[in-house]
């Protein structure tokens, strides 16, 4: 199959186990999948009647970004997971961003080629919201993707993610960096251009900075979707700087836009360019961070919503309980309206809950709804917002990473 981008594979990850623990692996299943809305490879759904296992296993793993491995005395002692592990390892020795994640059901010592990698245990019962949030964050680590909005220089860099591209856009990306900017970008996993999504990514950023990637099939001869993102920064106001590919011969229209360069991988002269545009760099006009309205209490609860959110998303998660200031309560209502989306948990129809929502709501921001219980409706004021539903804390997990997941990011160092 053709090579492609981690981020880009059409499975969230591949789901190992032995036949004798498929009653956990349903279980696990079912939480990725209808909780946390992730795509998740499993024999059980995926395996085609009459498939040959062994070949089948390698395209799995390949088209997948991550692999978790169920672990088990019963599993771990006929070998079932060797074979499985060392074709996930195969995709991890060639692709870092590739994760291997073993979860352990019962007291199994792991086996020696997982030894060094660290293992989350989940029981052989019902996931628990710590468990939960240590599975969803295993497939977003390391800990770089949850960035502090005010630690550098936040920057906006388009490039694209075919492998052909790779080159030109690190040599870019490294100048950048090697001037202390940050640098923030569209997820790899979006399907399309959003210009509402992109255009908050870019409120919380000071410039943007383009490797315009070769695409000789199209009229621009480069990627449509770099330049979409190039025109949205300009009419941001942002400063900008853009390499082109040395094949391209772009357009007049395109060439006149600001912030086009000559094309160079000379590294010296791209250092100076990403030193220019570090002087020109702007504050942001707003940092990016997700509000979670919730009741007080339930600290260690809201601490695996919040972990997991920020791993998923890439955007900080913020509670009102640890908004400062005075008032107090207007701090958090003005936390509220700039946030890049609320979670709204009216579980228990906390007064305060329903405020925060209220000034969310108010304030144009995008709002999810979050409930304990059976499907029902809401109070009146909020008939027009969908809810999500969740059955235990577990579930609560999921569903906070599933509909914060769209505002997800990348953020490279």
Known sequence: MAEAVIGKRPYHAFLSHAHVDKAQADRLYDFL?????????????DMPPGAAFGSRLYEAI???????????????????VEEEYHAAQNQRANHKDFRVIPLRLDDVQPPGFLSNLTNIEIG????DAAAASLILQALYLPPRITPDPAAGQHTYFSRGWRAADAAQAEAVAAALC??????????QDHDKTDPERIGGIMKGCGAFAAALPYRPSVQETTSTH???????????????????HQDIRLPAEVRELPGLMPTTADAVQLSEYAENLAEEWRTPERAPYIFYATEFGKRELHRSVIAAVQA???????LGEYVTG?????????????????????????????LETGAALASRRPVALLRSGPPGRPVFMLRDQQVHDYANDAELVGRAVRVAYPHRRFLQT
């Open 33 to 45: 999948s209808r909780v946390a809305g992730f795509r998740v490879w499993y024999d059980t759904d």
């Open 326 to 354: 005075s008032p107090v309560q207007r701090e958090i209502l003005n936390t509220v309206s700039r946030a890049t989306m609320v979670l709204a948990n009216i579980t228990g129809d906390s007064p305060n809950v329903y």
């Open 312 to 318: 998923a998303t890439g955007v900080p998660c913020i």
């Open 226 to 244: 770099v330049l979409d993102e190039w025109r949205l920064a300009v009419a941001s106001g942002l400063p900008c700087l853009v390499i082109p």
């Open 178 to 187: 090697d001037t202390g900017l940050r640098l923030v970008g569209d997820a």
């Open 124 to 127: 052989t019962g019902e996931l």
């Open 62 to 80: 390949e088209s997948s970004r991550a692999a978790i491995i169920l672990l088990s005395r019963n599993s771990v002692a006929r070998g079932w």
